[in-house]
């Protein structure tokens, strides 16, 4: 590949992580010559590597339209594609950077990548296998397959290949960060910890060892290890699958409604609302309990501060407000407890949500739950009368909150990186 003076400088640059630096001269390279489709090629890296991945995938689609054979460029797309959560395209990308190079381990870890995000586990793992076969020195691959048999739940296995890697180049952030999930799915907080820590330590702004730093801090409470070991549980299969197991879990408690006895029937109802409840606002409270921490407090960014004390308090407060109406059959008690934990679950993802329409439309939900419950307890204290309108309304905030329960498992509306 013959790159321009320029280009090469640019190359220099990029090689010792100084993206916008070699993206200057990679620009000054393609003012000479626009048509190079290896300086538009090394651009679209830097850009990806600035996190701006839509321009990225720009420059590299020119590549391709100027040397449509170049594997490593459909492997690279592949990549983009994956972080642009269009996996459909990415896996097109990387069957057609099989076919060019199929010997390349970098396409095989492209390839890797799709089954990743596709969460088809077992694909994964082969494909990152195949990689290493071609190159036992590829670090991507290692980790892809570390992290498939993770998520297989072949714990022992996923940690035996961290420590290899470890022992290879204890000094790589992307290994730390996947040591100290196996650790953290393996229960042992101290041990993920530390990996999380140093990973940070050689990559300060690295957001991922941040977000399972944040999440061992959170595991050291027994309600949110159960949660955790929960989410543990559904990601093995697919997103599909876990359609079915709650639907599945639904019917059950429904079932278990219509044959037990009254009492027990109550009581498995309210444990699936508990359950309900807690697997929305788990993340919120576990970061509520962290703020009293002087030490991870300093973990939270400000929004997820915001979700602590908005949801985690709400849910805190709620509760014991709506139990102890419920006993004392006191409306002015209840309401606002009920209130309190309906908007808990909107406003669950709203402050860290990175989809924007997500944001809005859960916001706004939130507020009208806030608005309607208010609009209740003023008539239960007498202030205002009971109307049709209100008693509509309030049966459209229900439903709202319910729809939440399922919107939220749409990633164009619920997005956390």
């Avoid at 054979?69 to 097109?92: D, I, T, V, Y």
């Avoid at 941040?210 to 990601?235: I, M, T, V």
Wanted: glycine share 6%; with cysteine; hydrophobic share 50%.
């Amino acid at each position: 590949m013959s790159l321009s003076p320029q280009a090469q400088r640019g190359q220099v640059f990029l090689e010792q992580g100084r993206f916008p630096e070699a993206e200057k001269y990679f620009r000054q390279s393609l003012a000479e010559e626009p048509n190079d489709p290896a300086a538009l090629y090394f651009l679209s890296v830097c850009q990806a590597r600035q996190d701006r991945q839509k321009e990225a995938l720009d420059s590299i689609n020119r590549a391709l339209a100027l040397e449509p054979e170049a594997g490593n460029f459909h492997a690279f797309r592949s990549l983009l594609l994956c972080g642009l959560r269009r996996p459909g395209e990415a896996l097109k990308s990387a069957e057609e950077a099989l076919r060019l190079e199929p010997d390349s381990d970098y396409a095989w870890s492209a390839h890797a990548s799709v089954f990743l995000s596709l969460k088809q586990w077992g694909k994964a793992e082969t494909s990152a296998r195949k990689a290493l076969d071609l190159n036992p020195d590829n670090a991507s691959a290692a980790n892809q397959l570390a992290h498939s048999l993770r998520l297989q739940n072949r714990l022992q296995e996923s940690s035996d290949q961290t420590a290899y890697m470890l022992g290879q180049n204890p000094e790589d952030p992307a290994t730390r960060i996947t040591a100290g999930w196996t650790d953290l799915q393996r229960g042992d907080n101290k041990a993920a910890e530390a990996h999380f820590l140093e990973a940070l330590r050689l990559d300060a702004g690295n957001d991922a060892a941040k977000d399972g730093l944040k999440e061992a801090f959170r595991a050291r409470s027994p309600l949110y290890r159960a949660y955790l070991n929960y989410c543990f549980f559904l990601q093995r299969f697919t997103d599909g699958k876990q359609w079915l197991i709650i639907i599945g879990l639904i019917f059950a408690v429904n079932f278990a409604d219509a044959v037990l006895p009254k009492p027990l029937a109550l009581l498995v109802v309210v444990l699936y609302f508990l359950f309900v409840l807690w697997a929305h606002v788990a993340r919120a409270v576990g970061n509520l309990q962290l703020s009293f921490d002087k030490s991870a407090c300093h973990a939270l960014s400000t929004p997820e501060k915001i979700e602590a004390w908005v949801v985690g308090g709400g849910v805190v407060a709620g509760l014991p407000l709506f139990l102890a109406g419920l006993a004392l059959a006191m409306p002015l008690l209840f309401i606002p407890g009920l209130t309190l934990i309906a908007m808990s679950f909107p406003f669950a993802y709203t402050f860290t949500n990175k989809a924007r329409a997500g944001r809005i439309l859960f916001g706004l939900t939130g507020v009208y739950v806030v608005a309607i419950g208010s609009l209740n307890a003023a008539v239960a204290a007498g202030l205002i009368p009971e109307s049709p309108v209100l008693t509509a309304a309030t049966m459209g905030a229900w439903l709202a909150v319910i729809a939440v329960t399922w919107l939220a498992s749409v990633p164009s509306l619920n997005r956390r990186s």
